[in-house]
């Protein structure tokens, strides 16, 4: 399938637009001049006014039928949404049928796609509707003012860090939940988490059949079905409890690094700025504490680490991030603390933090240094695993070849921390030791 087919079809907005910067500088052949074009003129969403009458007429000077179709293409997209945003969904499906046909057409007519009209490109509308019709309620929701459009998000596995981290941020001025779920002796600080949005992600996973501590996949394509709407539909409802006019709300949910695939459409709509931090902590300190606090055998804990890991490169490969070593944010927090917020400045347009009084727990003195909150004595984990557990567990021989994997792993990700793009390239590196590790 051609690229500008499946990224118009998911509504990847910030992708097609990466894809006409990335064509700018490509050679100057008549393919890519065309391709170049294309991008343009597609990566425009159907709720932004923009006058594309000058790439038009260029792309009609080449293929004047084929300029037609991709006219015709707009038409039937803006006019897709405007039937979302009046709850006509069948009709909306009928004008993004329309607009892919109408842009399968252009493309086949410029000579950027070889193979004729099939039924996959028109099953393809469905997945349209569905993304606009995301991006529609988030504009919507903004529009009305629910929530702030800039969202700083602590992206990482269970007992990982993302809790210290998340505390930390917060006391450096960030804006924490309004309903955070209590302390308790596994968190004595918090877990700086939102009880509506752990609930939203908690019943999601419940109604298809999954959960946080499953080392399954999700179903393909989950993120377009009907539970996955709704799911998004109560996010919004959950970020407005939680954070309300917040300018900078901090959202954590380990969860995500299973679900953050599920909210591609509002991060390539264009219509919000997000920036992730993701801390990376031992594998063996993870599986220790999940042990001790759940339950969780040190082999599904070995899984849940090596997936959330791959999950959480791939989900934020294409955003704003930084990896934070939780050795660091133990030993070094002052460092930590100015290298997110220097991130999360430069990462988000017109960021502005706020007074961090805003939002300082009730348990913290007014004017106390937000490094104060992290306390290396609650640090309960060494990176060993209890060899009386491992006996117990013996009887599994994975349990040997994935903490010799992890280990690994974590290790290679370590050395490249500070790239992420190095990081990226890392773990794809090391992705067929983890199918052979997981077996």
């Given at each position: 399938?051609?690229?500008?087919?499946?990224?118009?079809?998911t509504?990847s907005?910030?992708?097609?637009?990466?894809?006409?910067?990335?064509?700018?500088?490509?050679?100057?052949?008549?393919?890519?001049s065309?391709a170049?074009?294309?991008?343009?003129?597609?990566?425009?969403?159907?709720?932004?006014a923009?006058?594309?009458?000058?790439?038009?007429?260029?792309?009609?000077?080449?293929n004047?039928?084929?300029?037609s179709s991709l006219?015709?293409?707009?038409?039937?997209l803006?006019?897709?949404?405007?039937?979302?945003?009046?709850?006509r969904?069948s009709?909306a499906k009928?004008?993004a049928?329309?607009a892919?046909?109408?842009?399968?057409?252009?493309?086949?007519?410029?000579?950027?796609?070889?193979?004729?009209?099939?039924?996959e490109?028109?099953?393809?509308?469905?997945?349209l509707?569905?993304?606009?019709?995301?991006?529609?309620?988030l504009?919507?929701?903004?529009?009305r003012?629910?929530?702030?459009?800039?969202?700083?998000?602590?992206?990482?596995?269970?007992r990982?860090?993302?809790?210290?981290?998340?505390g930390?941020?917060?006391?450096?001025?960030?804006?924490a939940?309004?309903?955070?779920?209590?302390a308790?002796?596994?968190?004595?600080?918090?877990?700086?988490?939102?009880?509506?949005?752990?609930n939203?992600?908690?019943?999601?996973?419940?109604?298809?059949?999954?959960?946080?501590?499953?080392?399954?996949?999700?179903?393909?394509d989950?993120?377009?079905?009907?539970?996955a709407?709704?799911?998004?539909?109560?996010?919004?409802?959950?970020?407005?409890?939680?954070?309300?006019?917040?300018?900078?709300?901090l959202?954590?949910d380990p969860?995500?690094?299973l679900?953050?695939?599920?909210?591609?459409?509002w991060?390539?709509?264009?219509?919000?700025?997000?920036a992730?931090?993701?801390p990376?902590r031992?594998?063996?300190?993870?599986?220790?504490?999940?042990?001790?606090?759940?339950?969780?055998?040190?082999l599904?804990?070995?899984?849940?680490?090596s997936?959330?890991?791959?999950l959480?490169?791939?989900?934020?490969?294409?955003?704003?991030?930084?990896?934070?070593s939780?050795?660091?944010?133990?030993?070094?927090?002052?460092?930590?603390?100015?290298?997110?917020?220097?991130?999360?400045?430069?990462?988000?347009?017109?960021?502005?933090l706020?007074?961090?009084?805003?939002s300082?727990?009730?348990?913290?003195?007014?004017?106390?240094?937000?490094?104060?909150?992290?306390n290396p004595d609650?640090?309960?984990?060494?990176?060993?695993?209890d060899?009386?557990?491992v006996?117990?567990?013996?009887?599994?021989?994975?349990?040997?070849?994935?903490?010799?994997?992890?280990?690994?792993?974590?290790?290679?990700?370590?050395?490249?921390?500070?790239?992420?793009?190095?990081v990226?390239?890392?773990?794809?590196?090391?992705?067929?030791?983890?199918?052979?590790?997981?077996l």
């Amino acid at each position: 399938m051609n690229p500008i087919i499946d990224l118009v079809a998911t509504a990847s907005w910030r992708r097609l637009q990466q894809a006409a910067g990335q064509q700018i500088g490509a050679d100057e052949s008549n393919a890519s001049s065309v391709a170049k074009l294309c991008y343009q003129y597609v990566a425009v969403p159907p709720y932004e006014a923009s006058d594309l009458r000058e790439c038009l007429q260029a792309l009609a000077e080449i293929n004047p039928l084929a300029a037609s179709s991709l006219a015709l293409y707009r038409v039937s997209l803006c006019a897709a949404y405007r039937q979302i945003a009046c709850q006509r969904h069948s009709l909306a499906k009928d004008h993004a049928v329309a607009a892919m046909i109408f842009l399968h057409e252009g493309l086949h007519r410029l000579q950027l796609l070889a193979t004729p009209l099939q039924d996959e490109t028109l099953a393809l509308s469905c997945k349209l509707v569905t993304c606009l019709a995301a991006q529609y309620e988030l504009q919507d929701a903004l529009i009305r003012q629910r929530f702030a459009p800039r969202l700083v998000f602590v992206l990482g596995m269970h007992r990982s860090g993302t809790s210290a981290l998340s505390g930390l941020l917060c006391q450096a001025g960030l804006f924490a939940p309004a309903d955070p779920i209590p302390a308790d002796e596994a968190n004595p600080k918090g877990y700086w988490e939102s009880v509506s949005i752990n609930n939203a992600n908690e019943d999601f996973l419940a109604s298809i059949d999954s959960h946080w501590s499953s080392s399954l996949p999700l179903a393909r394509d989950w993120i377009y079905g009907d539970l996955a709407r709704q799911w998004r539909s109560q996010l919004i409802a959950a970020l407005s409890r939680s954070y309300g006019g917040a300018s900078l709300p901090l959202i954590k949910d380990p969860r995500f690094c299973l679900l953050l695939a599920g909210l591609e459409p509002w991060l390539q709509s264009g219509l919000m700025q997000c920036a992730f931090v993701l801390p990376v902590r031992h594998p063996f300190e993870v599986a220790n504490s999940l042990h001790k606090s759940q339950g969780i055998s040190y082999l599904q804990a070995l899984r849940l680490w090596s997936k959330s890991i791959f999950l959480s490169d791939i989900a934020t490969h294409s955003y704003p991030r930084i990896f934070v070593s939780f050795d660091a944010i133990m030993a070094r927090p002052h460092q930590v603390l100015d290298a997110c917020l220097d991130f999360v400045t430069a990462s988000i347009p017109d960021c502005r933090l706020p007074d961090r009084s805003h939002s300082s727990p009730a348990d913290c003195t007014e004017g106390q240094d937000a490094v104060a909150f992290i306390n290396p004595d609650l640090r309960r984990q060494q990176p060993l695993l209890d060899q009386a557990v491992v006996r117990a567990e013996s009887a599994n021989v994975s349990l040997p070849r994935l903490a010799d994997f992890a280990q690994a792993a974590y290790r290679a990700l370590l050395a490249a921390i500070d790239d992420p793009d190095q990081v990226s390239r890392v773990l794809a590196a090391w992705r067929p030791e983890l199918n052979y590790a997981l077996l």
